[in-house]
């Protein structure tokens, strides 16, 4: 047998081939992806990472010294060193989303765990190439401390029995601890490829909002509608940078006195491809009034260009007017075409022009907008009167209220809602007449309803794929009391195929929830990996009570997990609630257990 290097050489072999095979990663992806910028960027954190992993070569050099020493089989010690591979990937994770959150500025909690993930996988995966390349190093190294180890062994056989005992006691608790330590190993390593997962349903989601975008530019968008003012031209003078007067002529701007406003909504689905996209039309009838003599307060009377005055409607998508319009001033009819002269509240709407006199300024005037509209998403109003009211009926019996302001009155059945809003003139920043050029953003005043659907199951299946870590954490600590009490070992791969099946889960779940109802998809998905986990406990441990016992935890594990995706505002509270009780079942469970001599038949036979 050739002689076994040190473990300091041993440590710089495995420490250099890491680095290369991270280096070469990097590079061949910058390659891939043609980007100058980017090959700089990852030439300079190749450098960078060469320096900041000397920690890494320390740990290693402390860590192989100390795993030679262990009473334990070669694979055990390959296995263990493994672990300290993953441990060492962790922490640099750690430390490079801290720098990284530090250079933003801020971190995005939504994607830090997933980018945690996978630059961990990565140095984790590059370590592990490492230890292949240097596997037969490796192995001569392990094999060379067991031959020591074996040979004091031998020259202890004159000990007495209860000494040799004795000495055998702590391999049996190191075989226990190690098996957890890899349990909880794989554990964490399930996190890889749930990182993956949790990408794809954001993927998938983002492809359902394209196909609602889609529909909706060609049906409707959002409609945001301003009730009708008037728009009314006069002249003034200013004086320029040449102390020489200019006339021009601005817009004065009149809302209406009172406003009332009763809509109906009526709900529409349309099928793309396997997605449902939630549309409406609407009938909407507006009146109300003007009181002229507000206008003379304000510009004097010789300055007005009554002729050219117009009744304004703000519309936000043209493509959602069904018909035409039927509109009236002081029971006049008009015939409202697309374009306004002014953009103060307004960036898009409708105008007609109105007949105003003199001597009508003094007077009243009422008004009446009848219009059927159609949209997606969210219909809203802008409450732009001194004194309004907006009622809004639909069918639909999950409305979500949005904007500056909630219905004073609401009415929610299964048949649809009722809901009503009401202002006065102190709910407005400004005044009913507006003579300047300021820009008004309506949004900031609009309110309304979102055609939403009552569950997205999209954010349903993301919520149960953050619980994942519970329920493949529960699960194999699980099979690990099941391994202790049943006496028979369970290999590490067979804890990655459960760990696999886990989550395969959510894969299944996502693609069913895409065709049908998230319950029924939810109970499909969970009775299929509780079978299918049921029927191997079963065929491993040769025990049909352990995989029913098996099946009837992991069924509860499901179950807990589907109530708090349900729950909303007690979701804390009943999960820190359960979770407590589930902490109590395991402690009661194994109280019993001696762990510092677990009762397997036989500890050296632990598949580790």
Known sequence: MKRSIGNKLLAARIWCATFLSFGIGCFAFAIISNNNSELLILTACTIVSAIGSLPALIVLIFSLKGIEKMRLPIAEKIALQVFVNLLISILYGTVEIMIMGGLEGKINWESVVFDFLQFSGILFGCTCSAMLINIYPLRRFFTTSQLKINYKMENNEHLPEQRQIENRTPNKRNN??????????????????????????NEREVRHQEVVKEVSSKWASAQIISNPYLVIPYNTTYT???????????????????????????????????????????????????????????????????????????????????????????????????????????????????????????????????????????????????????????????????????PAERQISKEGFKAKWTYNQANLPFDLVLDKENQINKRDFAFGVSMVQPADDYAQTMRSAKYAILIIGLTFALSFITELMQNKPVHPVQYGLVGIALTIFYTLLLSISEFIRFDLSYLISAGATILLIAFYVQSHFRNWKAGAAFAFIVSMLYGFIYILIRLEDTALLVGSIGLFIMLALIMYATRKVNWYNPTITSLDRVAV
């Not at 957890?180 to 349903?201: D, E, N, W």
């Not at 493509?319 to 509240?345: D, F, H, Q, R, W």
């Not at 300024?361 to 004194?387: A, D, H, R, W, Y």
Request: hydrophobic share 40%.
């Open 240 to 406: 320029n940078a040449q102390n020489k007067s200019v006339n021009i002529t601005k817009n004065l701007i009149l809302l209406p006195e009172t406003v009332k406003m009763n809509g109906k909504l009526f709900p529409e689905e349309r099928k793309r491809s396997i997605y449902n996209v939630l549309l409406y039309k609407s009938d909407i009838n507006i009146q109300g009034s003007f009181l002229l003599s507000r206008i003379t307060k304000h510009i004097n009377l010789e300055n007005l260009r009554l002729s050219e005055a117009k009744l304004c409607l703000g519309v936000t998508d043209f493509k959602g007017i069904e018909e035409k319009m039927n509109c009236s001033y002081n029971n006049t009819p008009l015939a409202l075409v697309p374009g306004i002269p002014t953009s103060v509240i307004d960036s898009g709407g409708l105008s007609a022009p109105v007949q105003l006199t003199a001597d009508g300024l003094n007077q009243i005037t009422s008004f009446s907008v009848n219009m059927k509209l159609k949209g997606s998403e969210q219909l809203q109003f802008v409450p732009l009167s001194g004194s309004s009211d907006y009622t809004l009926t639909s069918s639909w019996p999950n409305p979500s209220f949005n904007g500056n302001t909630l």
């Open 176 to 201: 226990v601890l190690i098996k957890a330590a890899i349990v909880a190993g794989l554990t964490l390593l399930m996190l890889i490829p749930m990182a993956f997962i949790q990408s794809l349903i």
